[in-house]
C-alpha cells in the first residue's frame, strides 16, 4: 500500500503556518518530501487573505495589531478567513498522484470525499455543495460555498482553497469550531455600520462551525484522528505520522522571515 506522510504541527503563528505549507510544497517538487497532509492551529489568532486580495482595501490594519491579531497572505486564491478556534487541514502531493489527480474541480471532489469520511467518524453528517453560489458576499470566505466544499444543512462548515506549483499542489483548508463573528467584522473594512450588520447576519445563515453542529464543545485530537481515518480510507493509502524535515524547518524559518512577515509580500497587488 502506497505511504503518505502525515503531521500534526498544532500551534505555529500565522506566518510561520503559511510558511510550513509552502516549505512542505517546495520539499515535494524537489523530491525530497512526500505526499503529507497535516493538521495545525494558529496562535495568535490570524488572518489570512486571499493571494489576490488587496490588503488595504479588505482588512483595517491598525484594529488587528491592537487586537494582537496578524495578517498574512495565502499562497492560495479566495476571501479573508479569520483563523482562531479551528482545526486547519493542507494537503500537498504531486498533482498526478491518483488520490488528487485531474482538474482543480476534480481534485477538490477528492479531497471533500476523504474530509466527509472523516467528520462522519467524528460524528458529523455533512455533504458537498453542488455549485457555487452566486450571490453577492462580503470579504470573509466562510459566507458562500463554491465547488466541492462542505456544508451542514447548506450552511459552510469547511473552507478550502488551492494552488499549484511546478506539477505539485497545495490544498488547506478551515474547519471551524466556532466563529467570533463581533471580532471578525471589526477586523473588516467594511464601508458603514449598516452594511457590517447585514453581512453578519448574511453570514450566520450561510456558515456554521462544529461546536453549533454537535452541541458540544470540540474535541482537536479526536477530529484530527477522524479526518486522519478518512483520508486513510478514500485514498486508500497508508498513513504514517511524522515530523517536519530539517530542511523543511529551516526553508519554513526563511520563508517566514523573508516573505510572509514582510509587507512587500502581505501589502502586494496581485492580478487575478
Known amino acids: 500500500m502506497l505511504k503518505w ?38 496562535n495568535p489568532p490570524t488572518v489570512t487573505l486571499g493571494y489576490f486580495q488587496d490588503y488595504e482595501k479588505e482588512m483595517l490594519p491598525q484594529v488587528c495589531s491592537d487586537m494582537g491579531i496578524q495578517i498574512v497572505r495565502r499562497l492560495t486564491g479566495g476571501r479573508a478567513i479569520l483563523h482562531q478556534h479551528e482545526l486547519t487541514y493542507s494537503v500537498v ?13 476534480e481534485s ?30 462580503s470579504a470573509a470566505c466562510f459566507d458562500a460555498p463554491s465547488w466541492y466544499e462542505i456544508v451542514w444543512q447548506g450552511r ?9 506549483r511546478q506539477g505539485y499542489l497545495l490544498q488547506h483548508g478551515s474547519i471551524p469550531f466556532r466563529f467570533e463573528l463581533d471580532l471578525l467584522f471589526e477586523l473588516l473594512n467594511i464601508a458603514s455600520f449598516e452594511v457590517k450588520e447585514r453581512l453578519k447576519r448574511n453570514f450566520i445563515k450561510k456558515a456554521v462551525g462544529l461546536e453549533e453542529i454537535t452541541g458540544q464543545t470540540a474535541n482537536y485530537g ?51
Open 5 to 42: 506522510r502525515i503531521l500534526d504541527t498544532d500551534y505555529m503563528d500565522g506566518f510561520a503556518n503559511m510558511a510550513v505549507d509552502e516549505a512542505i510544497l517546495q520539499q515535494n517538487i524537489e523530491g525530497k518530501s512526500p505526499p503529507t497532509i497535516r493538521f495545525y492551529r494558529w
Open 93 to 105: 502531493a504531486n498533482e498526478k498522484e491518483q488520490q488528487v489527480s485531474g482538474s482543480i474541480i
Open 108 to 137: 477538490y471532489l477528492k479531497i471533500s470525499k476523504a474530509l466527509v469520511k472523516g467528520l462522519k467518524y467524528y460524528g458529523v453528517e455533512v455533504e458537498m455543495a453542488a455549485r457555487p453560489s452566486k450571490e453577492k458576499t
Open 156 to 164: 459552510k462548515l469547511v473552507g478550502s482553497a488551492q494552488t499549484r
Open 222 to 272: 479526536k477530529l484530527s484522528a477522524a479526518l486522519a481515518q478518512g483520508f486513510a480510507d478514500v485514498f486508500g493509502v497508508e498513513l504514517i505520522w511524522g515530523e517536519l524535515t530539517p530542511d523543511e524547518v529551516d526553508l519554513a524559518e526563511h520563508l517566514r522571515n523573508t516573505k510572509y512577515c514582510q509587507d512587500s509580500w502581505n501589502h502586494q497587488r496581485n492580478k487575478g
